[in-house]
C-alpha cells in the first residue's frame, strides 16, 4: 500500500490489488473525532468512491479502540457546525460511496463511532469489542442514524434498551442479533476484512456496484416496492448488454463449470 491522504489523523493506504484501508489515526485519544478529521473522512470515502483502481474500502482504527465518537472537548464546534453539509459528512459520504465497505473493529465504537459502524455495509469485530451509544447519557441528539438504523437491524426493543439506558453491545450479542458478521481475536480483525475484501474484488465490479445499491436502495421500501425496484433494474441491465458481454459471460460460466468437473 503506497498512497496516504494528507491529514494524518485519516490515513488512507491504497493496494494494487484494489483494496483501499482507512484509518482513524487518534489512538492516544481513542480514535476520538475533531471537525476537522470529520471532515478529511468524509473527503477521503468521497475521493475513494471516485477512484477506479479501488473496489472494496477497510476502514479501521489505529490503536485499542475503533472510535470512541466525537471529541468533546469541541463539542460545540462540531455540533453547532454545519451538520446538513454532506461535503463535510462522513456517514453522508460513506452511504453515498458506492464501494463496498467494510468496518474492522477492535475495542470501542462509541456513538459517533458506533454510527459510523452502521454506515459499514460488512462488519468485522474482534472478540469483546463494544458498541455503546452514549447521546442520551450526554445529551446529545443523533444525527448520523443510530436512532432510526440500529432498530431496522437489532429489533425495536433491543436498540431501545441500547439507546435508552446506554447498555454497551458487544460483537458476540451483535453478530447474534445480525449486526456484526464475524467476530474473530483482535489481531485477527484486518486479516479477516482482507479476505472479504479480497473475495469481492474478485467478483464482477460492475455486478458488486449494483448489487450494493439495490439491497441498500430497496431496504428504503416496503417489500412489494423493492422486489418491483429489483425488476426494473435486471430489466435494465440485461437490456444493456451487448452480444459480446453476453457471450464472455458464457464463456465464465462454461470455465468454471469446466474446472469443478476437473477436480472431480
Not at 24 to 34: A, F, H, K, V, W
Not at 127 to 146: E, V
Request: hydrophobic letters at 40%; glycine letters at 6%; aromatic letters at 6%.
Amino acid at each position: 500500500m503506497d498512497q496516504q491522504w494528507a491529514e494524518k489523523l485519516i490515513l488512507v493506504n491504497r493496494d494494487p490489488n484494489g483494496v483501499a484501508l482507512v484509518t482513524i489515526n487518534r489512538p492516544s485519544s481513542l480514535n476520538s473525532l475533531t471537525r476537522p478529521m470529520m471532515v478529511d473522512l468524509a473527503q477521503a470515502f468521497k475521493s475513494l468512491d471516485r477512484d477506479a483502481s479501488v473496489r472494496v474500502i477497510i476502514l479501521t482504527g489505529s490503536g485499542r479502540s475503533f472510535c470512541s465518537g466525537v471529541d468533546l472537548t469541541a463539542a460545540e464546534d462540531v455540533f453547532k457546525g454545519d451538520v446538513k453539509d454532506p461535503e463535510s459528512d462522513p456517514v453522508v459520504q460513506m452511504e453515498l460511496c458506492r464501494k463496498p465497505i467494510i468496518g474492522a473493529i477492535k475495542g470501542f465504537a462509541v456513538t459517533a463511532g458506533f454510527e459510523i459502524a452502521l454506515a459499514c455495509d460488512i462488519l468485522v469485530a474482534a472478540k469483546g469489542s463494544k458498541f455503546i451509544d452514549t447521546h442520551a447519557r450526554f445529551g446529545i441528539f443523533p444525527s448520523w442514524g443510530l436512532s432510526q438504523k440500529l432498530s431496522r437491524i437489532i429489533g425495536v426493543n433491543k436498540a431501545r434498551e441500547v439507546s435508552l439506558s446506554a447498555t454497551p453491545l458487544t460483537a458476540e450479542v451483535a453478530q447474534m442479533l445480525g449486526f456484526v458478521n464475524h467476530v474473530v481475536e483482535e489481531d485477527q480483525v484486518l486479516k479477516k476484512s482482507t479476505e472479504i475484501a479480497d473475495a469481492i474484488v474478485k467478483n464482477n465490479h460492475d455486478l458488486v456496484l449494483r448489487y450494493k445499491a439495490v439491497i441498500n436502495d430497496g431496504l428504503k421500501l416496503d417489500l412489494a416496492r423493492a422486489l418491483s425496484l429489483e425488476k426494473e433494474r435486471a430489466h435494465d441491465y440485461y437490456n444493456g448488454m451487448t452480444k459480446e458481454q453476453f457471450r464472455k459471460m458464457q464463456e465464465f460460466i462454461a470455465g468454471r463449470s469446466s474446472k469443478k468437473h476437473s477436480k472431480l
